[in-house]
Every structure is written in C-alpha cells, then in structure tokens.
C-alpha cells in the first residue's frame, strides 16, 4: 500500500484484508496443536508470529493483557466464544491481531492470519502527509481484525481496525483510525441488509483527556453507484487540519448501490456509522434488492485526540442479513476495546 502527501481513504464496497506486530516482554510461545497443518510461518527475520486455538486462545488473550504492547486489547467484555487468536509482532515494534469468534475452521483461520501478517509485514513504518508546506509522518502503530461467524456458519461479520498517530509541539497526540467493517453471506439466498459500527471512548475516560475530533464521512447521504472521498491531514503546530471532498459516478463495476447515516450520541465521546439498503443492478438495468451473495465492505475513519501518550478507543459492530427475502437476522455484537501506546514503535 503506497502513502503520498494527500492521504486517501476509499470509501466502498470491498473485499477485506489487514495485519499486526512484536511484544518487548514475550510472555507466550508460539504453538502448533496440529503438526499436519501444511502452513507455513512467516520466516522469523520478519517478526515473531504465533497463534492459538480453542481454549488456548482465550487463555493467551488474558495473558498478552498483561503485556507491554503496541496495541493492547482491554478484557472488559466476554471472551468465551472466542475460537482462535493470531498475533503477529514485528521487528519495528508493530502488533497485528487475528481474532475469530464463534464457529471457525482452524486451517482456514490460520491461512487468512498468516495472509494478512504478510501483508502487515510488508506495510512501511511511516506515511507521509502535507503539512503545510513541510513534510510528517505518521507512525503506523498496528491493527486489529475482529471476525464473527454465526447461525451454523452461513453468515459472517468482521471489522479490522487500524491505528497510526502523529505527536504535536505541546505533546498532544493524534491517532487515526481507518475501519474496515465487512458483512459476508455464504449462501446465493442470504444478502447484507445493513452494517453499523459504532466507535466511542470508554464512558469512564473523560473527554479533556480523550475525545474524537474528526470522522469521515460527516453526514448522511445515498443512495450512490460509486462514493469516495479524499481525505488531506495537516499538522502545524498544535493545530490538526482535517478536510475532505466527495465525489460521484454512474460507472461502476459492481453496480451497487447504498445509503448511510452517521450518528453521535455526544460529540467527542461516540459516532456511529450506519450503511444499508443494498441495491445490486443487473441485467436490463434491473435492480435486485437485496443484493444477494455479495461480500460488502465499509470504510469509515475517525482522528482521535489525546493529551496523554497512549489512547483508548471501545469498537461495537453488527450487522443484519437478508435470509431469501423472508425474515431479517442479526448477529450478535462484536464488541471490543483497545489501549494504544506509540512508546513500543521504534524507527529502523
């Protein structure tokens, strides 16, 4: 992935990827319960990869709590279903989680883990923005994938979290956070019905410490063939400039269409980002709504201020699937919280 001064986010509808990094206080070791597995780690001169299964997950996801890391995932919720917990660190210091709850294939767990440390392992340490005529760079810190497969596997559900930050003159902190929340049906007779994501500061922080300042998009909008909007983040001084402008067309490969609300409970503290009515075209100039069988992905982002060094930021998502146009089914939410500490990232 290429980083250029003008900093883009896609906003769409896409398949989904991502990746993670190393501890300084290696507390697990790695471990393989089925050594007929044909999968292939990364080489160990690209960081330390391991990863649990059943049982063991829940129990390595306690200890890695106590962990001095990067990314840092907070126990406040049920862990119990849980099935499988890959992690990846690093030589720079950078954290990629792999976490599935629910019914889940350890094979098939594993490749994609493995797929996307690789990816992660390859993403460079900095990205580069405009500052006003001078040139920073934002330290990717790691990323987190969350995924949840329900009712007998058919459906799945996953948001993949990623972090990176810039400091300030006056120590202040800004964290930007791309999501990427994918809804996939495994069956031509189920369709997405709708996505949401909802991003917040713990209620227990408060918000002179913490408090998100931006997100993208702003405001309602749909239904679009194609959406996207360009994103341009500039720091000078202790000020964070943050603009975007959108764009739409008729062309389209996919021939989707979609709406979307965004919503906030208190400003600073939460903003929910809701996509739905999925429209598919086909033949004739025909529409089929729902759109069935197709993975669908959103891309919304937020910047998080802190005045502290580290941050803490609670993701809750879930979407509704479309079973052959006859009943409407959620699954359950996909709840998790993350501390994020820039202290373990170190330049090469």
Known sequence: MKWKP??????????????????????????????TLDIKLPPASLGKTMYFYGGDAVKALTELEHNNMTLRIVLNYELSRITFLGVYENPDGRVYYYIVEG????????????????????????REASMLGRTRNWTDIGAITWKKASIGTTMEMGVTAEFSYVSTTSGMMYYLVEIYQVAKPKRH??????MVVDV????????????ISKWLPQMDGGPKRYYSYTSQISVDGNTLGYSASASTSEDTNDGITFRWKVKSREIGRDVEFIHYDFVKKIRNGRLSRPAYGMILDANPSVILVSTQNNARLSFEAQA???????????????KFEVEVNPDGVRER
Do not use: Y
Request: glycine content about 2%.
């Open 320 to 334: 509704k699937f479309n079973i052959a146009n006859r009943m409407i089914v959620p699954t359950d939410a996909l």
């Open 103 to 126: 019914p889940a294939k350890k094979e098939a767990a594993l490749r994609d883990f493995i797929k996307n440390a690789r990816h992660f392992s390859q993403r460079p340490t900095f």
């Open 6 to 35: 003008l900093f883009a986010v896609l906003l769409g509808l896409l398949m989904v990827g991502i990746a993670m990094a190393e501890t300084s206080r290696p507390m697990i070791k790695p471990t393989e319960s089925n050594n």
């Open 189 to 194: 007779d189920i369709a997405v019905d709708e």
């Open 200 to 211: 917040s500061v713990p209620a227990e922080i408060p918000l002179s410490k913490i408090w």
